[in-house]
């Protein structure tokens, strides 16, 4: 009797897939890095200080900037007991050694797992701590093991949209862009375009100089630059909010559908703009919101991106890719292969929100006779397999498609994050007229340069 009911509660068959070398990184991570783009901020992990390291490693290594992410340092005895008294310790002494502004909280897998309740726990140490000058604090579940750095990353957007504007804001002119993960260089790029608007702009993240600062002959703490609080706060009064990203467009609840809901802020919300025609979509809604023409400067660009891919068309065109990374990233990297000749054979992400083959169809529609393999929630096991037999002639994507790219003889070319065997991620532009422009010139020069590498001729002249 007793076997036949262990053998009852006994699965028939497990399936168990192991993840080899994972397509994205964890989901505090990409909170942290927006949590890096407000000014002031510290961020901090609810967890063990090896999740803490991990992710500094990474994220110096890709941007080459002293990265600074607190722990509440949780061990074993916690992991029982709650973490609760180490959060708020943890908080004080941020506080006391950084002097933050804000202190953006990101739970990891132990105190998802634990059940620790933080908004419970910070309402009990704003009243425990009342009687010193707190800094904001803002928090956001991130449960490692239900998704990737970009799902960390919205859902950090989505926490400050929700946690931060206030509502007694009255309505101004200001433009609220929430631009998604993009480099530094990106985000510089874009707020130029809306200074060539005249658009006053609040971004959301803005890591352009905390991730990429200049050099300083004393260490800041907390590096300078990124959104300034009140700028957050008065989000909710903006005319518009530009949100960016295909994939993120599908989603039901993002930054910009919290400020639309709770604030009446009217939304926009667009692909990526990499490639013509997102770009096109981008600058014709600033065209909308700002009542103006594209700027002249924008429109010579427009010109000159078409002039390039006019001239190097004759050497990628039909050329094969594999593109992977994160899926808004991916899906306007295909917008714009397709657009330039470039045949996407596959296209893969770790992330796993559902929507990204939709946006692929989409990107790929009217221009593609045959649509690509889209792989979502794999990892470089999986891609490599499924990418063996497709031949490609080159491989888009982060540094992690290395081993891959090298065993085919075939180009990286390195978009995406983490980049940590190239110097200058954090300058590199994708966005835009002017960001696909260096984009393209990318992609060429790495298709000619590996003819030139594979010539017996060597060939000077091509
Ligand atoms: S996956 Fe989980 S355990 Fe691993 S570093 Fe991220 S939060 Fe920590």
């Known amino acids: 009797m007793t076997v036949e009911t262990i053998e009852r509660i006994k699965p028939e068959k497990v399936d168990y897939v192991s993840t080899t070398n994972a397509c994205k990184a964890c989901s505090p991570l990409g909170a942290s890095v927006v949590f890096r783009g407000i000014e002031g901020a510290v961020p901090f992990l609810h967890g063990s200080q090896g999740c803490a390291t991990y992710m500094r490693r990474y994220l110096i290594s890709h941007y080459r900037e002293p990265v600074d992410i607190a722990s509440s340092a949780l061990g074993e005895k916690h992991a029982i007991y709650g973490g609760g008294p180490n959060l708020k310790l943890g908080l004080i002494n941020v506080m006391k050694k950084y002097g933050a502004e804000v202190i953006g909280v990101a739970t990891t897998c132990l105190t998802e797992t634990i059940g620790d309740d933080v908004p419970m726990i910070l309402h009990e140490f704003r009243k425990e701590f009342g009687d010193l000058d707190l800094p904001t604090l803002v928090w956001v579940a991130t449960p490692s093991y239900q998704g990737s750095h970009m799902e960390g990353f919205h859902a950090a957007v989505r926490a400050v949209c929700e946690q931060l504007p206030d509502p007694a804001v009255e309505r101004h002119k200001g433009v609220n862009l929430l631009p998604g993960f993009v480099s530094p260089e990106d985000l510089r790029h874009l707020r130029d375009i809306f200074d060539d608007y005249g658009l006053a702009v609040t971004m959301l993240p803005d890591y352009s100089d905390t991730l990429d600062g200049p050099a300083l002959e004393d260490y800041e703490k907390i590096p300078s630059g990124g959104t300034p609080v009140e700028a957050v706060r008065a989000m909710s009064g903006a005319r518009a909010t530009v949100e960016l990203g295909a994939v993120l467009a599908g989603a039901e609840k993002t930054g910009g559908t919290a400020l639309q809901e709770n604030h009446g802020v009217n939304l926009h919300r667009l692909p990526m703009p990499i490639g013509l025609r997102n770009s096109d979509a981008f600058f014709a809604a600033l065209d909308a919101i700002s009542g103006r023409e594209t700027p002249t400067r924008h429109v010579k660009e427009r010109g000159r991106l078409l002039d390039a891919m006019v001239d190097g068309h004759k050497y990628i065109s039909g050329k094969r890719a594999v593109v992977y990374g994160e899926e808004d990233l991916v899906a306007g990297l295909v ?51 499924e990418a063996e037999r497709l031949a490609p002639d080159l491989v888009i994507g982060n540094s992690k498609g290395y081993r891959m790219a090298r065993d085919w003889s075939v180009p990286l070319v390195r978009v995406g994050f983490p980049v940590h065997d190239r110097f200058g991620a954090q300058r590199t532009m994708h966005l835009g007229y002017k960001g696909t422009l260096a984009l393209f010139d990318r992609l060429v020069n790495a298709v000619i340069e590996k003819k030139q590498a594979d010539s017996p001729l060597g060939w000077g002249y091509i």
């Open 335 to 385: 917008a714009m292969l397709t657009e330039i000749g470039i045949q996407p054979v596959l296209v893969a992400s770790g992330g796993n929100s559902g929507r990204l083959p939709a946006a692929i169809e989409e990107a790929t529609d009217g221009i593609l006779r045959e649509p690509p393999k889209v792989m979502p929630g794999v990892d470089f096991y999986e891609i490599r397999n």
